[in-house]
């Protein structure tokens, strides 16, 4: 019982690891702006973050996700 329990325990760790933060190949996004508006982050509410691939993106608010997922491609071209 004790060998199953470690098992799970070492697991469940290993699941876990990496997933507190942004992956190491995931480049960041830099800027305090919404990849969308222009709307500085936090001025609509918590901010909302998206990562894409390797790219982090970020907004002001959860409908701007809806709006920027609709023309993906191309709104991930502006961004690089």
């Known amino acids: 019982m004790k060998t199953t329990l470690t098992l799970l325990a070492t697991i469940l760790l290993a699941s876990c690891a990496g997933t507190g933060g942004t992956a190491s190949n995931v480049k960041p996004y830099t800027s305090d702006m919404c990849a969308l508006t222009d709307n500085k982050l936090g001025s609509m509410g918590t901010p909302v973050t998206k990562v894409y691939g390797d790219q982090e993106v970020k ?11 609709k023309n993906l491609d191309a709104n991930l071209a502006k961004l690089r």
């Open 59 to 69: 907004f002001c608010c959860k409908p701007c996700v809806a709006k920027f997922e």
